[in-house]
């Protein structure tokens, strides 16, 4: 067989061997290429790993800042950091204000705004900054945040029913009984489990145990009802005595009627907010019958027998109600409602009691009247209403004293909400049904606060 | 057409040589691979351990890990390989300008040793920090 040779046989060979070695070549540059873009990946993704911690890191010192500060007023400017993380997440932060004082509301309404109509921000512009790598000389890139120092009353924002941690100078346990009927959303700060008896007569319609899980309550049917689980981030009523930090700001406990020796302690006190405005004080040093305004004070002695005891009484239909403070001595306060059915039109009444010999509170007649009261006292306190089926407009505020209401076998409807740090019962037969406060504008003012930290980035300029 | 003897074919000389480099960029060739093979290991375990890290980080930031919690990192994360080691060392570092009144916030140093190489001969050590 004679074989067909052509011309360039050998050089085709050449080529065919070339171009496959070029393709080997190209195959193995392409491999190297890829594996060095990955190797130098890697090493960014390290970077880029940092910068997000870094950011996290950034917004928790932040967070932890105005928490621990109990959002508080700060005269000078700062820059915080960890100092041994290299400048990787510096702050910013200008001088600030209380965010309890603030009047301005909600220029945005984000995150869980409760409520969402109202409320107040106190805004304060931060720049974090990060350290810019491969540069010589090093040099920082400076990111705009926008830190909200939110606060709101919670009872005013659908909360009607919150169960604070206690505070030292409770010895009873914290725990609730009785009917109580919450319309709206409870909070129970409290670490104690709260047995089916102790809560077989409370029903919300929502509510939160921040630091619980798989908890439930009954409901009207009957069945159990497990808490929301919203998510519950750290908020504050401002410091209390010997809380310095932010977790202990932020637990659930709360002093909110008097005391506090510093402006961050004092800024969301009842007292503080009855300062605002003048007001009549009282105390049992009277041993006459008098009476200011809508204030008047007794001497009475029901049982005939022993010392005589001091009632104030409060007339809430009086023309004009000024804020009144009742200390120490004053056994039984009686309030007088405000009964014509146009208390939309009056203003808001403020009544501050503490008095550590206080022993009753007494409604008489309903309250249409707006009434902000708050009550502080070192031995339990009895709630009366000499009224069946009476209704008062009321946000009510315990520190301290166990709470009861003797209903006398009827039933209280308090438009407004219950802050408690102790016990709190209805006695068996009565029963309590909170509904929210359908005017709340001017109280937001005047009822106390929680406030909580938002963080969000500035919009870059253009 | 005429062709001469030599033009028909390679010399058993030629073909030699032409075996001889080809050897020669194959080996390299493979050598090579081997390295890049090799290389990409390493990528891929340092890209694993630092998201692994981040996640822990970022565990330790939510809440979980330390004195505070019931729950360990350890538990919630996929098993290291055994050649790794981490520590979790919470601390209360200082912090620049920040006000003596008010406690610190607590801060961790994640640190991860991790070999690198598939032999396990080489090992990485990366600290990260957490704050919460």
Do not use: C
């Not at chain 1, 009247?369 to 708050?374: A, Q």
């Not at chain 2, 194959?26 to 890209?47: D, P, Y």
């Amino acid at each position: 067989m004679k074989t067909i040779v052509f011309k360039h046989q050998r050089g085709s060979v050449l080529v065919v061997a070339l171009l496959i070695l070029v393709a080997g070549t190209v195959g193995m540059t392409t491999m190297a290429s890829l594996v060095s873009n990955r190797s130098r990946f890697v090493l960014d993704s390290e970077l880029a790993a940092k910068r997000r911690l870094a950011i996290r890191n950034s917004k928790a010192l932040t967070s932890r800042y105005f928490l621990g500060q109990a959002i508080a007023s700060d005269s000078t400017a700062k820059t915080i950091s960890l100092s041994s993380d290299s400048g990787w997440g510096k702050v910013d932060i200008p001088t600030t204000v209380s965010a309890f004082d603030s009047l301005q509301n909600f220029s945005l309404v984000n995150l869980l705004s409760p409520g969402g109509e109202s409320g107040f921000t106190k805004d304060v512009n931060i720049i974090i900054k990060q350290s810019i790598p491969y540069v010589s000389p090093p040099s920082e890139s400076s990111l705009p945040y926008r830190v909200q120092l939110k606060s709101r009353s919670p009872i005013l924002a659908g909360t009607l029913f919150v169960q604070h941690k206690p505070s030292l100078a409770v010895v009873e346990e914290v725990d609730i009984s009785g009917s109580i009927r919450v319309n709206g959303h409870a909070v129970f700060w409290t670490d104690e489990d709260l047995t089916d008896s102790e809560v077989g007569g409370f029903i919300a319609d929502s509510y939160d145990f921040p630091g619980k899980i798989g908890v439930s309550m009954p409901t009207a049917s009957g069945g159990g009802k497990m808490a929301s689980n919203f998510p519950f981030f750290p908020r504050t009523t401002g410091l209390t005595s010997g809380a310095t930090n932010a977790t202990a700001v932020s637990d659930g406990s709360f002093n909110l009627i008097e005391s506090g020796t510093t402006a961050q302690s004092r800024s969301n006190t009842v007292a503080y907010k009855m300062n605002q405005s003048s007001r009549i004080v009282v105390d049992g040093g009277f041993n006459t019958e008098f009476s200011i305004g809508a204030v008047s004070g007794a001497m009475i002695n029901n049982a005939g027998e022993g010392p005589e005891e001091l009632e104030i009484t409060v007339d809430l239909d009086a023309t004009a109600v000024s804020p009144v403070h009742i200390l120490d001595g004053v056994h039984h306060v009686k309030l007088l409602g405000f009964d014509s059915g146009s208390g939309d039109s009056e203003p808001a009444a403020f009544i501050f009691i503490d008095s550590a010999d206080l022993e009753t509170i007494q409604f008489e007649n309903n309250n249409d009247r707006r009434l902000v009261l708050g009550v502080k006292s070192d031995g339990p306190i009895v709630l009366r209403s000499n009224t069946p089926l009476a209704t008062w407009r009321t946000i009510l505020t315990i520190e301290q004293a166990p709470f009861y209401l003797d209903l006398n076998g009827s039933s209280l409807t308090m438009q407004g909400g219950v802050r408690t740090d102790a016990r709190f019962a209805v006695k068996t037969g009565g029963s309590l049904i909170l509904n929210r406060e359908p005017l709340p504008d001017s109280l937001e003012i005047i009822d106390t606060r929680e406030a909580w930290v938002e963080i969000y980035p500035q919009p870059p300029t253009l | 057409m005429i062709l001469s003897r030599s033009a028909k074919a390679y010399t058993i000389v030629e073909t030699m040589v032409a075996i001889s480099l080809l050897m020669l960029g194959v080996g390299a060739a493979a050598s090579l691979s081997m390295t890049l093979v090799k290389q990409e290991e390493i990528n891929a375990r340092a890209a694993r351990a630092v998201n692994w890290q981040e996640n822990a980080v970022r565990l330790y930031q939510m809440g979980i890990g330390g004195s505070t919690s019931g729950v360990s990192i350890l538990d919630v994360l996929p098993t290291l390989p055994q050649s790794h080691t981490v520590t979790v060392q919470g601390s209360f570092e200082s912090i620049t300008d920040y006000p003596a009144d008010i406690a610190q916030p607590e801060v961790a140093n994640l640190t991860l040793v991790y070999s690198s190489d598939p032999g396990g001969g080489v090992t990485r050590t990366s600290v990260m920090k957490g704050v919460r």
